[in-house]
């Protein structure tokens, strides 16, 4: 069964940090871009960061630059998304999601993804 399966969320203080996965099964992310999703209650869902599948090109949402880092590691199949400096504002479901062919660059577009995680929570409360 092809999925991606996130992992890594959790409760964490402000200020803190956390690191989400996002782990293919049954493909491989090799020729995909990744990228990562959020969405708090009550919100649209919002783009956070992405990275290409050839050059590891990275992209980042205006809210997080600066405090997330997405990164790749194709040889264990998984994208990772490295959140410093947590803020409550960061509350929300992330979500990972894979695209072959991302036309004209459009990362933020829901409709480019082939799969998508089925969400891991992410609170920043103290």
């Known amino acids: 069964q092809e999925q991606l399966v996130e992992s890594g969320g959790g409760l964490v203080q402000p200020g803190g940090s956390l690191r989400l996965s996002c782990t293919a099964s049954g493909f491989t992310l090799d020729y995909y871009a990744i990228t990562w999703f959020r969405q708090a209650p009550g919100k649209e869902r919002e783009f956070v960061a992405a990275i290409t599948w050839k050059s590891f090109t990275t992209y980042y949402g205006d809210d997080v630059k600066g405090r997330f880092t997405i990164s790749r590691d194709n040889a264990k199949n998984t994208v990772y998304l490295q959140m410093n400096s947590l803020k409550p504002e960061d509350t929300a479901v992330y979500y990972c999601?894979?695209?072959?062919?991302?036309?004209?660059?459009?990362?933020?577009?829901?409709?480019?993804?082939?799969?998508w995680g089925q969400g891991a929570q992410v609170t920043v409360s103290s």
């Open positions: 999601a894979a695209g072959q062919t991302i036309v004209n660059n459009r990362f933020d577009s829901a409709s480019e993804y082939e799969y």
